[in-house]
């Protein structure tokens, strides 16, 4: 893997058009089933309501190396990665260890995030002044050359990463884990940002909720009555409903599909 810090990121003005966002949640809670991955499932599916292509998720206990390995698969995979958790202050928060250590960027101490977090803390009201705990001061450490963005509703800010692996633009995404925390900055940064890069396809998803019809019934139907426009249809049983998805880009037959689609699943249709 060739990895390049992009430093000026005026090079970030990339056309990332049709490309893929990966998403990595960390925390040992996850993998043990203590705690559901709610994070990586609220931004995928806001995202694909903006036509952005969804890559791999990928679920990783607090063990720096197997962060790593995450970030490695999900940076060859996708153009774009978001990570939530592993920003805490305590020993177990790994996730910016592990992406400095895959990238070979130096930790860099951010003295206005820092300053943020005291503000925070002190105005907490659960120490007294002076005593705020010194394992927050890791929250104020970022990988170089990364772009802060800042949490209103925790300690932990998040952070913005351009660089190029293997000749191949990248954005990658730190985020802290409590969705009260990631999901604002995910909505009003992460979000208008990536659209903004043109992450959006032109594609839009098609979904139709049916009833009375079994799904490989449909399936059969569908693929052979459309078998000639190459479409991939997506289903999804969930009793006492069946869903049918497209997701199709504008196009001379695009009319002619929809007619076709709907004329078949018409008797079982719930409108
Ligand atoms: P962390 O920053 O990884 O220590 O996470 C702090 C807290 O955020 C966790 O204890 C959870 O309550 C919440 N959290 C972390 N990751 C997720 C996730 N993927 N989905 C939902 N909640 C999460
Ligand atoms: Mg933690």
Known sequence: MVIMIVKNRAVNQTNFKNKKIGFLATGTELITGELLNTNSQIMADSLLQHGIKIGEHV????????????????????????????????SDDLTREALAQLLNLNLIFNPT??????????????????????????????????????????????????????????????????????????????LPSLLNNNFGSDQKLYRWRLQGVSEAQMAELLELELKKYNLIFGYRAHSPYLD????????????????????LVGPYWIK
């Not at 705990?133 to 990463?161: R, V, W």
């Not at 497209?246 to 076709?260: D, W």
């Open 113 to 190: 995030s820092w300053e943020r977090i005291l503000t925070r803390l002190n105005n907490s009201g659960r120490y007294p002044t002076g005593a705020i705990p010194m394992s927050n001061k890791k929250q104020a450490y970022f990988p170089e050359h990364s772009k802060i963005i800042p949490n209103l509703n925790g300690t932990a800010d998040a952070c913005e990463i351009s660089c190029e692996i293997n000749s191949q633009n990248k954005i990658i995404y730190l985020l802290p884990g409590p969705p009260k925390e990631c999901l604002p900055i995910f909505s009003e940064i992460i």
């Open 59 to 90: 679920l990783v206990d607090d063990d720096q190396d197997n962060i790593q390995d995450a970030f490695r698969f999900l940076l060859e995979k996708n153009d774009c990665v978001i990570s939530t958790g592993g920003l805490g202050p305590t």
């Open 244 to 263: 049918i998805k497209l997701n199709l880009s504008p196009s001379a037959e695009l009319e002619e599909i929809l007619n076709l689609v709907e004329k």
